[in-house]
């Protein structure tokens, strides 16, 4: 997985609906984390599948 404890430099905005948003900072909680950390932790490997699968497909 991506390194996740150097320095953070950029931020990354999402528009997502009041619901959403409680939906996901009750999943959060529930993790004992924040919402940016439950976002990334779950937002990267997926990514990175994403980025590999494609790399197979080419």
């Not at 430099?9 to 984390?33: C, H, I, M, P, Y």
Request: proline share 3%; hydrophobic share 40%; no cysteine.
């Amino acid at each position: 997985m991506l390194e996740t404890s150097s320095p953070k430099d950029s931020r990354l905005d999402l528009r997502v609906t009041q619901e959403q948003k409680e939906l996901l900072e009750q999943a959060a909680a529930l993790k004992g984390v924040s919402l940016s950390a439950y976002t990334l932790s779950y937002l990267l490997p997926i990514g990175l599948l994403n980025i590999n699968k494609s790399s197979l497909n080419n």
